[in-house]
Every structure is written in structure tokens, then in C-alpha cells.
Antibody
């Protein structure tokens, strides 16, 4: 069974940093592209960042470019999101999601999602 | 990266069909057919309903169908059921290794 479990969320002051993790199991993590998608409470989905199977292709939303860094450790079956210079508008549930291929295309959509971890930005 | 445009809300009666639109620009998905659709119930993670514009993942009801014409993608739900009441989001690759979601449509089954 595919499982994606996010962790690392919590309360953080504006301007500070936080690192999210996503632990993957039930599939060959190293073969698939992965994404972070966020959702502010009561708002819609926003794509944040994606990474191909071998980290060769990486993309970011304009809203986080230069502040957030996505990475993965295939040996540890883990996906990460380093978030620096956090702003009020970064407050959201952060989901990790799995593609069906290794390339960063979403050609078959995001077939599996975690349950999310909440990041609260407040002084 | 502007969000794709969806109607904020729609409603329909059980048994009816509804079509949710998702409009972008030619630079958004005019050259691609990489549109996917997601259903999200309150407090739950999104669920993939349609990918590559019109294909259904295994296990998704054939009451859900997708299409695309020019700069508009559409999700049609036929034979509306109470359990279809949820938020629906489109998503597309928009080039340069970036993706964008629509603003979401809240579907109410009357």
C-alpha cells in the first residue's frame, strides 16, 4: 500500500525557516517524480514545487522561488521542502504527492497524496 | 503563474449532469494536454479523477469524464450523486517545469 506521511509542520515566526519531510513507503520511491502542494485553510490548492526521480528536473512556483528548496533522498525514501524567509501567506497545509512516472510532467496526474502537515506562520 | 479560471460554485440535482470548466491562456495549456482533475471532500486529501485531459484512473467511476478544447478543459459529471458533492480542481503543466491549479469549484448536490 502506498503511503506518504508528511511531518515537520508547526508554528514558526515570519522570516524564520522550517523543513518539511515526506516519508514514502509501499512503492519504489526512486522511480517517481514527487511534488509539494499547499492549501491555505479554507482556500484552494496551490502547486509549490516538484522534483523528478533523479533530481535532474526541479520546478518552483513563482511565489516560493528563491525561498524554498525541494530535495529528495532516494536511499531514505524521503522528500523534503526547506522553507526559508517564511511569510504570513505561506501558512497552509502542505501535501506531498506522487506522480505515476519519473519525469516532472504530471502526465498521469498526482495519483497519491499524503494527509498533509500544517505550517502556521505567526509572530 | 496565474491560476486557471474555474467557476467558484455550481449546483445540480441528483441524476443531472454538470460540466465544470477550467480556462487558461494559450501559454498555459494550449500546447499541452496535461490537464488533470481532482476531487476534494472537506478535511480530506485530493483524489485524482482525470489525467491527460480525458483519461480515468482505475477505480474512478465512468460518470466522470474530461475533455479539452482550445484553452478550456472541462470535467463532466453525469448522473449526479450525493457523494459527488465536493470541491473540484483542475491542474495543468504550463511549461518551464511549472504547474498551476485552478481556483477550485464547489459543487453542491441539491
Amino acid at each position: 500500500e502506498v503511503q506518504l506521511v508528511e511531518s515537520g509542520g508547526g508554528l514558526v515566526q515570519p522570516g524564520r525557516s522550517l523543513r518539511l519531510s515526506c516519508a514514502a513507503s509501499g512503492f519504489s520511491f526512486e522511480d517517481y517524480a514527487m511534488h509539494w502542494v499547499r492549501q491555505a485553510p479554507g482556500k484552494g490548492l496551490e502547486w509549490v514545487s516538484g522534483i523528478s526521480w533523479n533530481s535532474g528536473d526541479i520546478g518552483y512556483a513563482d511565489s516560493v522561488k528563491g525561498r524554498f528548496t525541494i530535495s529528495r533522498d532516494n536511499a531514505k525514501n524521503s522528500l523534503y521542502l526547506q522553507m526559508n524567509s517564511l511569510r504570513d501567506e505561506d501558512m497552509a497545509f502542505y501535501y506531498c504527492a506522487k506522480e505515476s512516472t519519473g519525469a516532472l510532467t504530471m502526465i498521469r496526474g498526482l495519483e497519491y497524496w499524503g494527509q498533509g502537515t500544517l505550517v502556521t506562520v505567526s509572530s | 503563474q496565474s491560476a486557471l479560471t474555474q467557476p467558484a460554485s455550481m449546483s445540480g440535482s441528483p441524476g443531472q449532469s454538470i460540466t465544470i470548466s477550467c480556462t487558461g491562456t494559450s501559454s498555459d495549456f494550449g500546447n499541452y494536454n496535461l490537464v488533470s482533475w481532482y476531487q476534494q471532500h472537506p478535511g480530506k486529501a485530493p483524489k485524482l479523477m482525470i489525467y491527460e485531459g480525458s483519461k480515468r484512473p482505475s477505480g474512478v467511476s465512468n460518470r466522470f469524464s474530461g475533455s479539452k478544447s482550445g484553452n478550456t478543459a472541462s470535467l463532466t459529471i453525469s448522473g449526479l450523486q450525493a457523494e459527488d458533492e465536493a470541491d473540484y480542481y483542475c491542474c495543468s503543466y504550463v511549461g518551464s517545469r511549472t504547474f498551476v491549479f485552478g481556483g477550485g469549484t464547489k459543487l453542491t448536490v441539491l
